[in-house]
Each structure stands twice: as C-alpha cells, then as structure tokens.
T-cell receptor
Framework: NAGVTQTPKFRVLKTGQSMTLLCAQD?????MYWYRQDPGMGLRLIHY???????AKGEVPDGYNVSRLKKQNFLLGLESAAPSQTSVYFC??????????FGPGTRLTVT | KQEVTQIPAALSVPEGENLVLNCSFT??????LQWFRQDPGKGLTSLLL?????REQTSGRLNASLDKSSGRSTLYIAASQPGDSATYLC??????????FGPGTRLSVLP
C-alpha cells in the first residue's frame, strides 16, 4: 500500500514549456486535490476532483489544467510554464472531504 | 474570503518544555479544522482533526482546541522532544470544498 505517490519528484522547465504532473493513490479515495506551496503563503488549492471524471477549480486555477480519467490518478498540466509557477506541488486524496492524505511533493522550477 | 494566520512564525524551545502553537481564522463558518506536521522536503502528515461541533481533540502528547466563535485554535505539545521539530500547519475547511491553510509555525526543539 503505497498511499499517495507523485511523479516526478523534481523538474526544471524553461518558460513556455509544458509538462504533466502525475498523482496516484491506491486507497480507493474519491476525492483528490492539487495544491501549490510557496514560502510564507501556506498551501493553496489549484484544482480538485470529487470522483472519477469530475474536476473543479480551487483558489488559484489559472495556468493549470487537470484530468481525472481514472479514479486512482489525478493529472496536473501546465500548458505554457511561467516563472511564477515555480513552486512545490502537493497532491492529496481522501475517502471523503473529511480528511486528506498527502503525497511527498514535486519541486518545480521554471527558468 | 477566509484567511488563516499562525503565530509565532518560528519557535525554538529546549527539550522537555510544553508549548502552544496558535492558529486564527477570519470566518467562523467552518466545517472542520485540521493540524498537520510537515518535515523538511516532505509532504504533510495529519495530526488532529476537530469538527466544528467539537471543542478539542487529543492524540498522545498533542491536544488541539477549537473556539469557533473567536476564530482560534491552539495546538498544545506536552514534554517536547527533538523529534517534534518540524513545521506545523493548520487548515480550515468550509462547507464547500475549500481548504485554507495557514503559513505554518516552524518549531525547533533543542536537545
């Protein structure tokens, strides 16, 4: 039982490049979330999903897209990376919206 | 818009001390409040979750209290140990899917 895993752990992108971050969970959770964490600002919700095939915007969705084609996977895409998207990205999942289990994070640098 | 603050931003104490971390939120219409621990370079680990109808929760040496009317929660750590050194974050959830995190308190427990 791996819990919540994130791929990749680190990535460096040039401005304008695209990439996809993968979050996978093996706990059969319905709810999944993507956050970004910036120094001094806490975590901010980017997008979330309440079940397979559903997605919704969080607090800071601009510049990101998501997909939840399979229940166990939640993908976060950056179509045209910008330096402002340099951050640590965390995925979380939960059996309901009651509680969240977090992955180890992806550190992304955009130059 | 809900805002969450945490005081102090950083705290350094000698081993064995009891300590209190503070979390304040601006909107008392919350569903629950959760305290997390984050070790450097790692994801978040849930410590305690308090539902809006509860006043406190306890787990081992940790005790969290909630005063919704005043918009405050405290995390009490008894007999602190060097292994308690980490950043502690609180997060409030409203009646939608919004989780709002505080910026965290960085705790150092000196041996």
């Amino acid at each position: 039982n791996a819990g919540v895993t994130q791929t990749p752990k680190f990535r460096v992108l040039k401005t304008g490049q695209s990439m996809t971050l993968l979050c996978a969970q093996d706990m059969n959770h319905e709810y999944m979330y993507w956050y970004r964490q910036d120094p001094g600002m806490g975590l901010r919700l980017i997008h979330y999903s309440v079940g397979e095939g559903t997605t919704a915007k969080g607090e800071v969705p601009d510049g990101y897209n998501v997909s939840r084609l399979k229940k166990q996977n939640f993908l976060l895409g950056l179509e045209s990376a910008a330096p402002s998207q340099t951050s640590v990205y965390f995925c979380a999942s939960g059996i309901s919206s009651y509680e969240q289990y977090f992955g180890p994070g992806t550190r992304l640098t955009v130059t | 818009k809900q805002e969450v603050t945490q005081i102090p931003a950083a705290l350094s104490v000698p081993e064995g001390e009891n300590l209190v971390l503070n979390c304040s939120f601006t909107d008392s219409a919350i569903y629950n409040l959760q305290w997390f621990r984050q070790d450097p370079g790692k994801g978040l680990t849930s410590l305690l979750l308090i539902q809006s109808s509860q006043r406190e929760q306890t787990s081992g040496r940790l005790n969290a209290s909630l005063d919704k009317s005043s918009g405050r929660s405290t995390l009490y750590i008894a007999a602190s140990q060097p292994g308690d050194s980490a950043t502690y974050l609180c997060a409030v959830r409203d009646y939608g899917q919004n989780f709002v995190f505080g910026p965290g308190t960085r705790l150092s427990v000196l041996p």
